[in-house]
């Protein structure tokens, strides 16, 4: 009816659209990345989770060791050694000493130090614990972005066609003399920003797989996966919140207040006296007759004496509690901040609950049967072209701002997951992260 047209497109545009479609058929083949794949690749090649493993193992082994007695001392030597003959038989007082020494630190303060190690030990394997979590979080947030980009080149891939094919009718209808030119530059001026606009998804797409990319390596170079995991949501604020009390970083803050707390016992262990053993035995040469002399055994029992305490044993208790008193407020400070975070990312859940459900209802519907009801008000010459324009330029943003929409909810999720979710390795959060 309107005749045979050719449209070209600048090289540029034509192999971007090209790479476009090209995403877009792999994403739908089924070899796509999923979202527990990219997780588990993230988990098991982490080295920051490595190292927080090992640096809690570490200060396991230090807890042991620093409970433990100090090295006992081998003494030997020789005694009243006379320095005129150097003599051994001459004088009875000379003597081969073989000796022993043991030091016992004040009581309490090695089950102190070992508790205050031990607590370190735990918030170091809280602090890997939380690694984990944020590394989740990161890659979970990493995969939704390339996902909605991926999705939003789809989906204008698909629109641009019916706006190609919409400037193919108004160039026929304009040849024929039935419309004004006005109408075909409108068409091909949408066009092209919808090629511009591809253009910009194809940077966000490069930009979100390099994102990834750190915590996947080259896998992150597969389309993602079509679907997003089905994430129901958790319960209620309240429930949340004591799921809260739970999270790796509460729980490390904790430990530090409780290793701040075995810092002030062993502060205070040092107003008590340390302990020392002293056991030698001196052994003796015959006198110059022959006569046979009395080996001798010796012990010694050395105290310590803490009398002036006031610029070592006082500073330093006042010191550990000091600590102790910062540590309580770092966790306060840190329970107020996961709770601003956990309130914010509920209420942003619910937020986008609500709008996913009056999108699905009823604007995505209302918005295509507008686009619909001007298509055919224009081809029967009772319409304007440029509200056909609008409408359908309306209906592909509101198909995008649905698809941001439930990608925005899944990342709420993974928001809630991080701060009030079970441990990584719980069988509830595999389940979970199967979905």
């Not at 109408?183 to 998804?201: G, N, P, Q, T, W």
């Amino acid at each position: 009816m309107f005749g045979l047209y050719r449209f070209y497109l600048p090289a540029h545009i034509t192999g971007l659209c090209f790479l476009v479609i090209t995403v877009a058929v792999r994403a739908q083949s089924g070899t796509g990345l999923t979202l527990p794949e990219a997780e588990q690749l993230a988990l098991s090649n982490e080295p920051g989770i490595v190292a927080a493993q090992a640096r809690a193992q570490s200060m396991a082994e230090k807890s042991i060791a620093v409970g433990s007695l100090p090295d006992p001392e081998i003494r030997l030597g020789i005694a009243n050694l006379p320095v005129g003959s150097y003599n051994f038989n001459q004088e009875p007082m000379t003597q081969k000493v073989i000796g022993i020494r043991q030091m016992f630190p004040p009581a309490g303060s090695r089950k102190a130090m070992r508790r205050q190690l031990g607590y370190q030990g735990n918030a170091l394997s809280q602090a890997a614990a939380a690694r984990s979590r944020r590394v989740l979080l990161d890659v979970r947030e990493a995969w939704l972005e390339c996902y909605y980009w991926q999705r939003a080149s789809q989906t204008v891939t698909e629109n641009r066609d019916f706006f190609r094919q919409l400037v193919k009718v108004t160039r026929s209808m304009y040849s024929v003399g039935r419309q004004n030119q006005q109408d075909m530059v409108r068409a091909e001026l949408e066009l092209s920003r919808l090629d511009d606009r591809l253009l910009d998804i194809n940077e966000q797409i490069r930009r979100n797989h390099a994102v990834l990319e750190q915590w996947i390596g080259a896998a992150a170079a597969r389309p993602m996966g079509d679907q997003l995991p089905v994430w129901q949501g958790y319960g209620d604020i309240q429930s949340l919140r004591k799921q809260l009390l739970q999270h790796p970083l509460l729980l490390a803050a904790n430990a530090q207040v409780a290793s701040a707390g075995a810092g002030v016992d062993a502060a205070r262990s040092k107003y008590k006296p340390s302990l020392g053993l002293d056991f030698s035995y001196g052994q003796r040469e015959n006198d110059p007759l022959g006569n046979r002399r009395d080996d001798f055994v010796s012990a010694m029992l050395t105290v310590s004496v803490p009398l002036f305490t006031g610029n070592r044993q006082d500073k330093d208790v006042s010191a550990a509690r000091h600590t102790e008193d910062a540590s309580i407020n770092d966790r306060d400070v840190l329970r107020r901040d996961l709770t601003r975070q956990l309130e914010a990312a509920f209420a942003r859940w619910q937020q986008l609950q609500f709008r996913i459900g009056l999108y699905d209802k009823t604007i995505l519907e209302q918005s295509h049967i507008q686009a619909q009801a001007t298509l055919q008000a224009y081809q029967s010459d009772t319409g304007d072209f440029n509200d056909v324009m609008r409408a359908y330029v309306t209906d592909l943003n509101t198909q995008l701002d649905f698809i941001r929409l439930q990608t925005d909810r899944a990342k709420a999720y993974a928001q809630l997951d991080y701060l009030a979710g079970p441990p990584i390795g719980d069988k509830h959060h595999d389940e979970l992260a199967k979905k």
